[in-house]
Every structure is written in structure tokens, then in C-alpha cells.
């Protein structure tokens, strides 16, 4: 299994984000090699353009990681 880079990290209320390195592979939904997130319906890889397909459900799932499990 390939290490994927950080997204982002949480220090203090600060959230700094890490786009020196782009997630590239194969998008979990349609195929295609793109830079992916992991924003999908059930935290699937995906590509922008299939983010854009449901963008509540993204936007969901980056508030999610964004949150990182705190209240």
C-alpha cells in the first residue's frame, strides 16, 4: 500500500492545509487518474468532477475530516 500524504493537520483551533503533494490515483467512482479526495458517499477516493456530482455529500464528508471527531 502506497503512504497517502496528509490533507490537513489540526494544531490547536488552527487547520493548516498540505497540498505540497497531490493524491494521485484511480477515482473510485468513475476510473479515471485524477488528484483524489476522500469525499465519496461511503469515504470512497474521488475526483473533482465526481465531487461535483453531489456536492452535499462532499461538502459532508470534508466537514467530517475537517472536524476530525471533535464537538
Do not use: W
Amino acid at each position: 500500500m502506497v503512504k497517502q500524504p496528509k490533507l490537513f493537520e489540526r494544531k490547536g483551533n488552527t487547520i493548516i492545509m498540505d497540498r505540497r503533494e497531490p493524491r494521485i490515483g484511480i477515482c473510485e467512482t468513475c476510473g479515471s487518474t485524477d488528484d483524489l479526495r476522500p469525499y465519496g458517499p461511503n469515504n470512497e477516493n474521488i475526483c473533482f468532477s465526481c465531487a461535483m456530482k453531489h456536492p452535499d455529500i462532499t461538502d459532508d464528508r470534508m466537514r467530517e475530516l475537517l472536524k476530525g471527531g471533535q464537538s
